[in-house]
């Protein structure tokens, strides 16, 4: 009996609820990002050793290693490495010569990887820290045939070098450094691995020592120090240490770029050469370029950047006697340009890229081989709004020429481009990787017409009436335009190709990210694949990380608030132009005349004040127990409109709610013990409107919690006890003025209310639902009248999702232990089940892995059924919700044709049935039966 | 060559002091044919005590490893991008008190259930065991439009009553006039039952309806009595006609 109803609630539902497959890749935007790539830990490597097809792996700042296909940048494979420790960690990234596996070092880590699917092959946890990770080349008979074995360096107390098998990640053996210096690299040549430590003297300088190690049995077979007599102060001005060339090599220079000191490692001799500046300005900063394979001449670049120039020489290694000597120099070029190495067979290349050239030579000789002009109009990289950061490159050389060159270069504006042969192939935003606050902004073009429209409503009405008449005209004047626009624009309509620029719906809205690095990125929600704009907001000292937070302040218009400056920053959100702080319109909606009570985090301790003359006053502050300790607060966000004061209930009676504008939602937690307790507070009185707490819970696992019109949500992870049970729980609880319908309690009579003269208590009903996946966090849909129903929106750490829980599923009046009534049924009220599983189609993301999500904003649009959404962190990804469908606009269901189809085919009866219709007439009129 | 040995020793000594728990997904068709078409972002998760959470990636060969294991009471969960896993409870206890070997156990177990509810036990060993599960669905993220059917469209309720009427309307004097012919009725009858039409409710409600559409309100205020209104009836049928 109650089957049918549940299939019919079920069908009800659904549609609102699902991802439409014809709408699934049109209709949200995704960018699969990497994060910054780094110059160490990038390369082009073949991963099948017998085909020529190559890939780039990377292991970026934020940790994802992954694999990009250099013909069009799409990921073929990435995983986000557990980073849980300090985010400024080295990390490693290294490709034995013709192996399938690469080997990935982060935090105490080294995981090998699949190279063509990004599969683990074995993983292996060091003591402490990894300080360095390569592949040892050579060949002893000893590895198993075909996988390289990895050498991995650690530091901590008893930091250790150790050789793992390239197959399988044991250990072969391992030594530990028990002379107490600090771990610097490890490297290797063909026949031996040499642990590179430095050893702080007396006086505080560093000096290099040299420990050299058998390869097969770990056993230090020599150690030396080299006389770097005290121009090294810090280990920052050690340039390289190269490994597996054929010839490894240490180079430094004294702090102030005077002169480059040059090791073999092996040899005791130290070769000095003064640093050349070629007339101009010293250099900033010195880099090394040489070879990774042993097999390769022993031949390396050395690269200087002054201010505002670039240059570079390039050495030559006789292997033999290890002497070293200078080839030729690189000519000096204005501007920032970038240097790469890459090599076929023992040749070894180098790639420059400038900002309008690239250029390869070979190591032997200054010859250019190949040159081509970058010819991209469009890209920041020839306007001069970026420079190249840092650059890898592969060239396919044909005879003694260079045929053709791929280089990936990471520009400053935090794209990373792929030119071939100087032509732009693709770009990835990978700025955006690293967003930590963004914002919503209304496109100004609609807000222009509204502010027109409200000055005609707020003048006199003769100036009301000119201006009206003068905008007119300016109306006219682009209509021919119009109506030339017009036929194509029925063409795209009707054949829903593309869309015509216009913005009716709201759709488009401007997306302004903050990123950690200083920058602001904006990104058009109608045309997510390209970036607006970008700009480098504020200048951050290496290792800064910029606390920020981006709102929208006006149409148009964000504002930024940072811990660098002390005023809020404006920029106008489709340009990306600074604005004065005197031209935005000052948008506090709240008359100025009632007590303004605000309320912030202060030490770990929550107040209330008002500001009056006399400055701030404590108007209360929360109570917290004896190590109690706030996790998070969350308050009611202040555009969150509610169509409807009641629910109405399946009996036409009203249910109120308690709808207080000042709501928040306080999670705390107990030191040492692991319970959470959850309070939603009144933010203007102070007064706590309901309390819960857990115990078991377990504070490793992420703790989400959103507040919405009347209702709040948070989840947790819980231990199982002799009642609960194990796993994530998901709880909801929702106000109301009184549980009794059609009657407001005590509000009743009252027609102005103060948190401060009155103590409503709202009762509240909770329900806790088991839910698959712990919800890392949590958000709630907009529309702009809130007369559609909500969604929550639950991020899925463990499954790279986004999941919209509809609002009903989870409304807490579900009926418990029984069936629903007739008038529950009718509100469209299912009985409790103490489990939600997330349906596949409640996820926003469908097929695609939305990875390393840290939040996730809402927006109206102008259309009430849809919320635009956006979600950022590691990934970028956008959709439309319709979370009660699309009641105000013809979806992609309304079939076009078939309506002309039916009105044509209404046309042809009509015409041929007029006629016999006619001629019955007649007939009955003259027929006389 | 001693080192080497050593660290064997080493690992082996790790291995008693934790136990080893192996998930290979064989291939499970219809679901997963082949488990090699699994992405690499596959992963499993065993959730312990507050605080301990082990990850394991899936493995060239399929499987998730997770090489060291303390004592307590775990949930694994696998998730993956186009499958659907069943929850699991994984238990590590001390084989016997004094013993150093540790017993491992995978049950099933069902959300929304105490944790003492246990479901089938898939495998049980010592220090190393290897079990293997196999996805329970696809995941379907896309909901299908309902497209023009011609047939639904034919099947819905309010066009197969709206066909019975068209049906009913024209196909009814062919029918009487067909059935008159088959049965070869007698004239008295024909005209019996004719006069019965006429006189039969729906004749009776027709000419109710058109009392009601050519109500002649100057007429029924005069005082004409319904039957003359009635008799006035076949003119106003006319003209109705002529408007139509």
Partial sequence: MLLPIYAAVILLLRPALAVFADEAWTVDYHH???????????????????????????????????????????VVWRHLLNSSRDATQSSFLRAGDAQDAIVSGLGGQVTAFSAADGRVDWQHDVPDALVDLEILELEDGRGTPGAKDTLCMSAGQHPTVQRLDGATGVVKWEHKIESGDTPYQVSASTTEVFAILLHKTVLGYIKIKVITLDPVTGRKTDEYTLSSENELATAETILAVGANSASPIIAWTDSAYKTLRINVIGKKAIVDFPINTLGGRPPQRVTLHAPYLTTSLAHFLVHYQSLDSDWAEVYHI???????????????????????????????????VTKDQVFTVASTSHGILGRWNVDSPTSSLTDGTARPVHAVSEVSVKGESVSAVRSAVLLSSGEWLLLRNGSPQWTRPEILAGTVSAAFALPSEVSDLVNELQEEAHSNPVSAYVHRVTRHIGDIQKLPSLLTALPQRFVHGFLGTGSDGSDTFGFNNIIVSATSDGHLVAVDAGRPSDILWSSAAVILSSGQVWKVRVESAAPGIVRVIDDISPMPTFFNASTGAAIGDDEVASDSAVPNTAVEVDFTLKDGQLYGTTASQSGHNDLWQFGLQKGETILSLTPR??????????????????????????????????????????????????????????????LAAPIAATLSENWFAYSYTAESTSTAPKGHQLVVGELFESLTSNDRGLLDAATNVSSLASSTQPLTLTQTYHIPESISKMSVTQTRQGITSRQLLAV?????????????????????????????????????????????????????????????ITSPAILESTSLVYAYGLDVFGTRLNPSFNFDMLGKDFNKFQMLATVAALAVATFVVAPLVQRKQINQRWQFT | ???????????????????????????????????????????????????????APLRRDNTFVFPSLAEDSYLLTIYSRDHAFA????????????????????????????????????????????????????????????????????????????????????GMPYLMENSEALLDLDPETKKEFEEMQKSGPTAQASSAVDSIQNFDLAGFLSGKSASSSGAATPSAAGGGAKKR
């Fill in chain 1, 32 to 74: 699969a990002l990497l994060g910054l790539p780094k110059q160490s830990t990038t390369f082009f490597h073949r991963p099948d050793p017998s085909s020529r097809a190559s890939l780039i792996y990377t292991l970026s700042e934020q940790g994802v290693v992954g694999a990009v296909n250099p013909r069009d940048g799409g």
């Fill in chain 1, 637 to 698: 966000p202040v555009n969150d409109p509610v169509a409807s004061i009641g629910k109405v209930l399946g009996d036409r009676k009203v249910l109120y709610k308690y709808l207080n504008p000042n709501l928040a939602l306080l999670a705390t937690t107990y030191a040492g013990q692991s319970r959470v307790s959850i309070y939603v507070l009144n933010t203007v009185s102070g007064a706590i409107l309901y309390s819960n707490s857990h115990r078991n819970i377990d």
């Fill in chain 1, 318 to 352: 006789d292997v033999k006697t290890g002497r070293v000597e200078k080839a030729y120099d690189l000519p000096k070029i204005e501007g920032r340009s970038s240097f790469s190495t890459s090599t076929n067979g023992a040749n070894v290349y180098f790639t420059r």
């Fill in chain 1, 796 to 856: 899925l750490a463990e499954s790279n999702a986004i999941v919209g829980i509809p609002r009903g599923v989870i409304d807490p009046r579900r009926p418990v232990n029984r069936e629903p009534t007739k008038d529950e049924q009718a509100e469209g009220l299912f009985r409790y089940t103490p489990v939600i599983d997330f349906d596949p189609k409640w996820y926003l993301n469908h097929r695609r892995e939305v990875l390393g999500v840290k939040d996730v």
């Fill in chain 2, 1 to 55: 060559m001693r080192l080497s040995f050593l660290a064997t020793v080493l690992t082996a000594a790790q291995a008693i002091s934790a136990a080893k728990l192996t998930i290979s997904i064989p291939p499970s068709p219809p679901v997963l044919p082949n488990p090699a078409t699994l992405p690499s972002s596959t992963h499993a998760v065993l959730l312990g005590s507050p605080g301990i959470k082990h990850t």
């Fill in chain 2, 87 to 170: 929850p699991y409870r994984v238990d590590i206890t001390k084989a016997a008190a004094a013993s150093a070997q540790q017993d491992v156990n995978v049950w099933w177990t069902y959300r929304g259930n105490e944790w003492s509810n246990k479901g089938p036990l898939l495998g049980s060993g010592q220090d190393d065991l290897r079990v293997e599960i196999r996805p329970t669905a696809m995941k379907d993220f896309y909901q299908q439009r309902g497209g023009f059917n011609l047939v639904g469209f034919l099947k819905s309720p309010m066009i197969l009553m709206g066909l019975v009427s068209v049906v009913m309307i024209f």
